[in-house]
């Protein structure tokens, strides 16, 4: 595919007529080196393709939980919440900017609480994508999506520490945690009704390496395993071999 025709997709929205039928719903193309995110459409009732910019046009995604039968209730979200730690490392046409205003939009349409969840699941992904590339857009939209969730997400879907907690790991990626935020912090990490993970998480943003680690080995093996695989991890502090 040329750029010009990409070009009379996006910006002039012109039904193309020079392009295969048969590319899949969503798709990725390379452009120089740009690598760019595309959603094709099918319009039957002219037989004609539309291609369109994955992150543009308040596109959104549909999906269901769990088995078939558990939970009929489809849910929404934004094309972003489909990305990966690796998608958002390379894909040149994400909106950074228009990332927390597109969950916005879709929970005042719909009025689903369960788009905070599938935010907060964004959220890590862009937070593990920025320990790789440091690109500042990540991180700003990281913060972003973390305010709006610590504000609005009712405490049935995310508790009030686990939010807190991930807004503070934002926070911490950019500069030191003012004595407020380390106070909430203490508070969480000294609360024995809290799961220990969370335990754990608010004791690695103190810097408090021995009492992670003390907490961390009560979880089962399993929790253990998926507490290493988030963005958190990272402030754990990896002992010297000598």
């Keep these: 595919m040329r750029l010009d025709t990409l070009i009379h997709a996006f910006v002039y929205k012109e039904q193309l007529t020079n392009i295969r039928c048969d590319l899949p719903f ?18 039957q009732e002219i037989k004609k393709p539309e291609i369109h910019n994955f992150f543009a046009d308040n596109h959104t995604v549909g999906f269901q939980l769990g088995d078939e039968g558990e939970d009929d209730q489809c849910h929404f979200a934004p094309p972003y919440a489909t990305l990966d730690e690796e998608g958002w490392s390379v ?6 900017e228009d990332i927390a205003p597109s969950f ?5 349409q719909y009025k ?5 969840s599938v935010a907060n699941n964004t959220l890590l992904s862009i937070l593990l994508a920025y320990d790789k590339k440091q690109k500042e857009a990540l991180i700003s939209a990281a913060h972003d999506l973390a305010e709006w969730i610590l504000k609005e997400a009712p405490s049935e879907i ?23 935020e380390r106070v909430a912090l ?3 990490a000294n609360n024995s009704m809290e799961e220990e993970r969370v335990r754990v998480g608010a004791f690695l943003l103190l810097g408090n390496q021995e009492s992670a680690e003390y907490h961390f080995e009560s979880m089962d093996d399993s929790t253990k395993e998926n507490f290493s695989q988030w963005p958190i991890f990272r402030f754990w502090i990896k002992k010297r071999i000598c």
């Excluded at 916005?104 to 005042?108: D, E, L, P, S, V």
């Excluded at 689903?112 to 905070?116: A, H, K, L």
């Excluded at 508790?159 to 407020?180: A, C, G, K």
């Design 26 to 43: 969503q798709f990725c193309m390379r452009v120089g080196d740009l690598k760019l995110y595309l959603l094709h459409k099918k319009i």
């Design 91 to 96: 894909f040149s046409n994400i909106y950074y």
């Design 104 to 108: 916005k939009r879709i929970h005042k």
């Design 112 to 116: 689903d609480s369960f788009i905070f």
């Design 158 to 180: 995310l508790s009030d520490s686990i939010r807190t907690i991930n807004l503070y790991q934002v926070l911490l990626r950019t500069r030191e945690l003012e004595d407020s």
């Design 186 to 188: 203490v508070k969480i």
